[in-house]
């Protein structure tokens, strides 16, 4: 078994790695899921396993200072013990909710422990020795899968034997309260992802998608299909002029950072792609205390070394790229092309104000968070995910391959081209953007198209009933039937709906997880729902 344990280690050692692969969602249960299948010999069990996991934390997204629940390393060994213990989802479960809380704390501490590097970090930027500032953000960012893989292999080696004779104990009853349990704990996700994007404007899209699944039984593809042409439609509509308070930014205000317009250095396309590829890094190093600031650093070097050749300016500019940073590394990209640009800018003209650079960068980071967190997390995600899980549920390998594909591709492509939309067009590009209100209209059309997809989410994708029956017994009618009378899958929107009613009043997920796992167990063993 030591091959085997080996190869699972590897597999959750590669999810941990996604912090030096662009936070493409290779950490994602849907994914590693098969992967774990694959080496245990069951594919199609790893397959359902990964999407019954992936549905649970749907809504399990690293956004600002939030750190959820580590899925990979509980759903690595939730799938394991399962396949090789022979149980279903279920168990797989049972084991992941509490592996993965406590996994959470381990990393917790990690990104506590790494601002420890940051003091080095600022010695070597005064020492202009970018070098060593590019070696430590990857020794430092390697911590976390190493860390990880050695307890899992522990976890492996250690607990397999156990785990499985634990699990074989566990009576029938007790299999079958959990399989109910795990039914229910979708809505946590999707009332997650509702927290990102519903409002009373948008509600009506939500129930729409949920009317189209619950009543004409629409696949997820087509009512995304529909939810994308519904969102270009109403978004096209002539926009209200925007209202803004003091208190808002307004991409207007950036400061302008434009090239100039005869620079005597021009960087190459060669250079700016290097911008793009060390942006996928930019989480690698995060910590509680400078956030993205090494990441950003790392993937901005290759413009300084064209720029600065001596080591005053080299460790100037260092030092201003090493104060906090943290925005959604989807959009990382236009403030990386914009801030070469000023870079440029600087190397050729004294006059030029370099305090400015800092200034952008600390302006757009937080509005760029806001646009593209909602626009990838709350959208392509929730599309992916949806997709992926109704394939992947029935066992079917195309699943995981679709969520990549659906998620990565516009993400990939607009990331890339955001460093050369930066460069060339400077922070005019953003003040075009608002001046025609396209980030409210492309803000306003995501969240259309993501509310239709969730919406038909609990009609597709949670299957809870009730076996409950009212009259005597020679002509007792089932509850369940009087319910799908008046609205199908009446129960599980009212379980998101309720759900997502404790998410807005910000009770932490860790409970919600707990209290969702309690109301299935006992609602079980009280044939309240099967």
């Known amino acids: 078994m030591l091959v085997t344990f080996l190869l699972l280690t590897l597999i959750a050692v590669f999810g941990h790695f996604e912090d030096f692969l662009g936070t493409t969602l290779l950490s994602r249960p849907l994914v590693l899921g098969p992967l774990v299948g694959l080496v245990l010999g069951d594919v199609t069990q790893g397959v359902v396993i990964g999407a019954t996991l992936e549905l649970i934390f749907m809504g399990n997204i690293k956004v600002g200072a939030a750190i959820p629940p580590d899925i990979i390393t509980g ?5 394991a013990f399962a396949i090789m213990s022979h149980k279903g989802p279920a168990i797989a479960l049972a084991l992941a909710v509490p592996i993965s809380i406590l996994a959470e704390m381990v990393i917790s501490g990690l990104f506590v422990f790494r601002a420890v590097f940051n003091k080095k970090f600022a010695e070597y930027a005064n020492d202009g020795d970018y070098k060593s500032i590019q070696r430590l953000h990857i020794l430092s960012g390697l911590l976390k899968p ?19 004779s634990f699990l074989d104990l566990i009576p029938v009853w007790v299999q079958s309260g959990l399989q109910v349990a795990g039914n229910m704990l979708p809505a946590l996700g999707f009332a997650l992802l509702m927290n990102l994007m519903f409002n009373k404007k948008v509600a009506p899209y939500f129930f729409l998608g949920f009317m189209l699944a619950a009543f004409l039984k629409l696949p997820v593809i087509a009512i995304g299909g529909l939810g994308v042409i519904i969102a270009l439609i109403v978004t096209q509509a002539p926009p209200k002029p925007a209202t803004t308070t003091d208190d808002d930014f307004d991409f207007d205000d950036a400061p302008v950072a434009d090239t100039p317009a005869k620079p005597r250095h021009k960087l190459s396309k060669a250079t700016l792609r290097k911008l ?49 940073f943290n925005t959604s590394p989807y959009g990382s990209t236009l403030i990386i092309g914009i801030t070469a640009a000023m870079e440029e800018q600087n190397s050729v003209d004294a006059d030029f104000e370099e305090d400015s650079i800092s200034s952008v960068k600390l302006g757009l980071m937080g509005p760029l968070a806001g646009v593209f967190d909602s626009l990838f997390w709350g959208t392509f995600k929730v599309i992916a995910a949806g997709v992926g899980t109704s394939l992947a549920i029935k066992g079917n390998i195309l699943g995981p391959i679709l969520f990549l594909l659906i998620f990565n591709v516009p993400h990939l492509l607009l990331r890339y081209n955001l460093v050369f939309i930066g460069y060339n067009a400077g922070t005019k590009f953003l003040q075009s953007l608002a001046k025609n209100n396209v980030m409210d209209r492309l803000t306003a059309g995501a969240a259309i198209l993501g509310l239709m997809v969730v919406g038909a989410m609990p009609a597709t994708l949670m299957n809870i009933k009730t076996p409950l029956r ?10 369940q039937g009087i319910l799908d009378q008046i609205v199908p899958a009446m129960i599980p929107l009212g379980l998101t709906f309720l759900v997502y009613y404790f998410v807005k009043r ?25």
């Open 276 to 324: 793009f590829f060390r942006s996928l890094t930019l989480e690698a190093n995060f910590n509680f205390e400078t956030w993205q600031n090494t990441g950003f650093t790392f993937a901005i070097i290759p413009v300084l070394k064209k720029l600065y050749h001596t080591k005053k300016a080299m460790a100037k500019a260092l030092k201003r790229h090493l104060q906090l």
């Open 470 to 479: 009212v009259g005597s017994s020679s002509s007792a009618v089932p509850v």
């Open 75 to 79: 759903g690595v060994l939730g799938t």
């Open 506 to 530: 910000q009770i932490k997920t860790t409970w919600l997880l707990l209290g969702l796992l309690a109301l299935g167990f006992v609602g079980n063993i009280m044939h309240l729902f099967v």
């Open 146 to 164: 190493i860390l990880m893989g050695a307890i899992i292999f522990i976890a492996l080696e250690l607990g397999s034997t156990a785990i499985k």
